[in-house]
């Protein structure tokens, strides 16, 4: 007959409520990232806008891949901030050739910072059409049926949240930041599914100029250097429906960071932009996050204080990994992240670490803002 200490009892009913929690999550948020609404067969004029900052080197590898896109009536707003690396000459010499490629020029101001806010603000309002799709000059698209996948959700006045893998190496590094993208993507999409929407990824994004212009464009964050994407869709999301595509034709891809360093600072920008997320969006993701830890903090602790009944936090532990594996497992290789599906456990434990290293590091963090 098993003996449970009234020590082991409390840990074990802690753990358990733990795994209740993070079963709601998978069950009832995360199952919903690929549930995606209605498509229409329109194709509205479309203005594509990248904002560019000494970025000579990836427009010359990835702007052709925007402007060869298979689809009747767009433009391509590059928004040349204040750049000088040749990206001023590159794009002259390119628009004489391209007919889609519309310039906007920001000159350097020593006076003023003004950043990408500034930027793609000009870059939207020299756009020819309502609606307008958002990437980065260092993303690539999976194919030429970038912007006819998108628009399958451009239904009116409506927000759209695509989808942006990072590539990495197959290292330590890359299999964090492999967990860690297709994790942030299944909550974004979860919960947006859910008319919950709090984040999008600039780097694939779409909305139109109205919902821009009724929401005052980044005026309510325009002190924060970063949140022209998760900020802007938690404010515009109150008041307009938010579509996702998930079909991998609509994939825009980007290099993820190539070391720690260049990773962790990353990383404490998009937390420092997280402190000033809506209260209740702040809870929830904390909630879960706090969760997952302490799931295996507790699991630890009741192997250490009873290892004889190591099967019982091993059974608490396979439960929750083969939910996991349900949900997620399938949502992994739908959005090309088919290691992941494949090793579940291994990156659920990095990710634990994942948190508990940033979840200490943004105690001590705030959104860096223009002096």
């Known amino acids: 007959m098993i003996q449970l200490s009234f020590t082991s009892i409390i840990l074990l009913a802690i753990a358990f409520t733990f795994l209740i929690i993070l079963s709601l999550y998978y069950l009832f948020i995360f199952s919903q990232a690929l549930k995606v609404d209605s498509k229409t067969s329109d194709q509205p004029p479309v203005s594509v806008i990248i904002a560019a900052r000494n970025e000579f080197k990836n427009l010359q590898n990835n702007l052709a891949s925007i402007l060869g896109q298979n689809y009747p009536n767009y433009e391509v707003v590059v928004i040349n901030d204040c750049s000088f690396d040749g990206t001023k000459d590159y794009l002259d010499d390119l628009a004489k050739s391209e007919p889609k490629l519309k310039i906007v020029t920001l000159a350097i101001d020593e006076r003023f910072q003004k950043g990408k806010k500034f930027a793609l603000t000009m870059g939207i309002k020299a756009a020819t059409h309502e609606r307008l799709l958002f990437t980065d000059a260092d993303c690539r698209p999976a194919g030429d049926e970038w912007i006819a996948t998108m628009a399958k959700s451009f239904v009116d006045n409506t927000i759209t949240l695509g989808i942006a893998p990072l590539k990495t190496k197959k290292n330590l590094l890359g299999s964090i930041i492999n967990y860690e993208t297709l994790h942030t993507a299944i909550q974004y999409l979860g919960y947006a ?65 190539s070391d720690f360093g260049e990773f962790f600072k990353q990383k404490i920008r998009h937390l420092s932009t997280g402190k000033e997320y809506l209260p209740k969006y702040k809870m929830r993701l904390g909630i879960y996050s706090i969760s997952q830890i302490m799931l295996y903090f507790t699991l630890i602790s009741f192997l250490i204080y009873s290892s004889e009944l190591w099967y019982l936090g091993v059974a608490i532990l396979l439960t929750k990994w083969l939910i996991q594996w349900i949900v997620i497992g399938k949502i992994a290789i739908h959005l090309d992240a088919k290691k992941v599906a494949y090793a579940l456990p291994y990156y659920d434990i990095l990710y634990t670490f994942f948190l508990l290293t940033f979840g200490v590091a943004q105690v001590f963090i705030k959104p860096k803002t223009w002096n």
């Open 193 to 257: 599914r859910r008319n919950e929407a709090y984040m999008g990824v600039g780097r694939n994004l779409s909305y139109t100029k109205t919902i821009f212009f009724e929401n005052k464009g980044f005026a309510r964050h325009q002190h924060i250097m970063s949140g022209d994407d998760d900020l802007f869709v938690q404010q515009a999301a109150k008041s307009v429906k938010v579509n996702s595509v998930v079909s991998s034709n609509s994939f825009m891809y980007s290099n993820g960071p």
